[in-house]
């Protein structure tokens, strides 16, 4: 299943064989494909989507910056620390 | 103690107001519930130590707050490992509207994680119980706000509704669950899992106390690109319902989609319409039962990219690692439990290259199909009512391992959701057993004042009974 296996690494996620989520998935896929027996053609088109409407992108001040620092699971001072993404040349 | 434990939230409101009784007095009784019963409900996640009292018309009437709701200071899990110890530095809309007269927050509530669940069972820490049953579940996903309310925990709580989560766990637990219109409330701050879909919803024992918390909490707000500009009205002003002049639309369903007592149940409500004079006339929509497929398309697509922003390097669950991909993956395996991973990876497959046209997009066109045929049968009808649920509370355990199973609990409410429409689900009757059923009334668009005064009216004629103030033991 070479095709599930790409899925897991687009979810970001850890594929592993032995897992029953593997079934649940498939039974998931196989249960929705009901939606097969609509006929497209009959169904209209048009959507009824209301286009959002912009804002102005404007800078607010947000006061409470101690708090978003205190989540950080790993930090030094006050950066985020994360492993290196580069490799070496 | 208990007489201000049955107190509704307007009459404790107002009882404060008038210096009949101080909002100490009122928020200690409270907290004395919760410290003597919730070691057997499971309905709270955090209770809130600071016990401080803002002045205000809220003030110290306690309200309960699901854990997906964001509350500034005050850890906020949605029930998921990943976020076991994140606390926001904000608070939603909704919490800050609440708090700007007074609102005092109590706790927060278990739920589903990431409010994908249809029991409390999906939640990291606990399954939280169904206070007229322990063996039962209390519904999900805002089970713990349901189940907190129910056994007088608190007289109101905030919850949210993304296909039947406020509605189902109200019908479990003999309460009253309000999802209003798509766009009604805020949801800034409300952690979000299916964007087009989420709503925060009310849940209370008395529509009068769901419409002053939606007075409160509705209207439109910068930080929402989806809130809408639309008037808010006074709720709690409820209109005559004059019956002779009220159209209401029965659903009629296939005989499998409900067990015999519930099938029971729904003559009875219907008869109860009938005989108030209500006109009323049974409706059978050809698409509803599509709503169920299109939704775990939708809501699961929606889901994989919302749910993208958990990489352990901001805030939540990190697993150390030393090179990126595997801090990634590791901290996700780590921190997400069975539900959320099926749902991500269902998500992302319908929206994968080869796949989108036949899944995303095409659960897109059966939606707007949906949605026309409901919005149409508002132009001949005020209201459309069904089932809240096929069934009453189910055992802990049931259906647990059986997650195509599960989703059938959302049978009744998903494609009101799917349509953006406002529904409320309301105590009805009790089974043999002694178990609450709940009845479901939708509303057009933005018409929660009428579901509101329809939900009054049927109150006062039936007037349901929550008998288990004194039965938990």
Redesign the interface.
């Known amino acids: 299943m070479k095709e599930v296996k790409?899925?897991?690494k687009?979810?970001?996620?850890?594929y592993r064989e032995d897992e029953n989520?593997l079934n649940?998935?498939e039974?998931?896929?196989k249960?929705?494909n009901?939606?097969n027996e609509?006929d497209?053609n009959l169904?209209?088109?048009?959507?009824?989507h209301k286009i959002?409407?912009l804002?102005e992108d404007k800078i607010k001040k947000?006061n409470?910056?101690?708090?978003?620092i205190?989540?950080?699971?790993?930090k030094e001072d006050n950066f985020?620390v994360?492993?290196?993404?580069i490799n070496n040349g | 103690m208990d007489e201000i434990l049955v107190k509704k939230y307007y009459e404790l409101i107002d009882m404060i107001n008038k210096k009949e009784i101080s909002s100490e007095e009122v928020y200690n009784s409270f907290i004395n519930r919760v410290e003597s019963i919730d070691s057997k409900i499971k309905a709270f996640i955090t209770i809130d130590k600071k016990r401080e009292f803002k002045p205000g018309k809220l003030s110290g009437v306690p309200i309960a707050v699901k854990d997906n709701i964001s509350t500034n200071g005050l850890k906020t899990t949605c029930g998921s490992k990943f976020l076991e110890n994140y606390i926001p530095p904000y608070d939603a809309t909704a919490v800050a509207r609440l708090k700007e007269d007074g609102g005092t927050i109590i706790g927060k509530t278990n739920l589903d994680e990431f409010a994908m669940g249809s029991s409390t069972e999906n939640s990291a820490f606990f399954t939280t119980r169904n206070p007229w049953d322990l063996e039962r579940v209390p519904g999900g996903s805002s089970g713990g706000s349901a189940a907190a309310v129910a056994s007088f925990q608190v007289p109101v709580a905030l919850g949210s509704d993304t296909g039947g989560s406020v509605r189902q766990p109200a019908a479990f637990c003999g309460v009253y669950g309000l999802k209003p219109t798509y766009g009604r409330i805020s949801r800034y701050g409300l952690v979000a899992f299916a964007s087009s879909l989420d709503q925060i919803g009310i849940i209370a024992r008395a529509p009068k106390d769901i419409a002053i918390v939606l007075k409160y909490i509705a209207g439109f707000d910068s930080m929402d690109a989806t809130s809408s500009k639309i008037e808010t009205e006074d709720y709690t002003n409820f209109f005559n319902i004059n019956p002779s002049e009220t159209k209401i639309a029965a659903l009629k369903f296939p005989k499998d989609s409900l067990s015999d007592e519930m099938k029971n149940s729904y003559e009875e409500y219907i008869e109860f319409f009938v005989k108030k004079g209500f006109i009323i006339e049974e409706v059978e929509l050809k698409y509803w039962k599509y709503g169920l497929f299109v939704y775990y398309i939708i809501a699961s697509s929606e889901a994989s990219a919302n749910l993208a922003r958990y990489d352990g390097i901001r805030y939540g669950n990190r697993v150390a690692s030393d090179n990126i991909e595997s801090l990634y993956l590791r901290s996700r395996e780590i921190g997400f439990g069975k539900e959320v991973k099926r749902r991500i990876l269902m998500g992302t497959y319908s929206l994968s290259s080869g796949f989108f046209d036949e899944y995303y997009l095409k659960a897109s066109k059966v939606r707007n199909t949906i949605t026309k045929e409901i919005k149409n049968l508002f132009s001949n009808y005020d209201f459309i009512v069904s089932p809240t649920t096929p069934e009453v509370a189910f055992k802990i355990g049931e259906k647990i391992d059986d997650p195509i199973k599960m989703y059938y609990s959302d049978y009744f409410t998903i494609p009101l959701s799917l349509g953006g429409f406002p529904a409320i689900s309301i105590p009805f009757k009790k089974d043999k057993k002694g178990l609450p059923i709940g009845m479901q009334i939708a509303a057009n668009h933005f018409n929660e004042r009428a579901l509101l005064s329809l939900s009054d009216f049927i109150e006062n004629e039936i007037k349901f009974e929550n008998n288990i103030l004194g039965g938990i033991e």
Not at chain 1, 10 to 14: F, Y
Not at chain 1, 43 to 48: R, V
Not at chain 1, 64 to 68: G, P, S, V
């Open positions: 790409n899925i897991f687009l979810a970001n996620l850890e989520l649940d998935l039974n998931i896929i249960w929705v009901i939606l609509i497209l169904i209209s088109e048009d959507k009824n959002m409407e804002r947000f409470n910056r101690n708090q978003i205190k989540n950080i699971p790993e985020f994360v492993p290196k993404v």
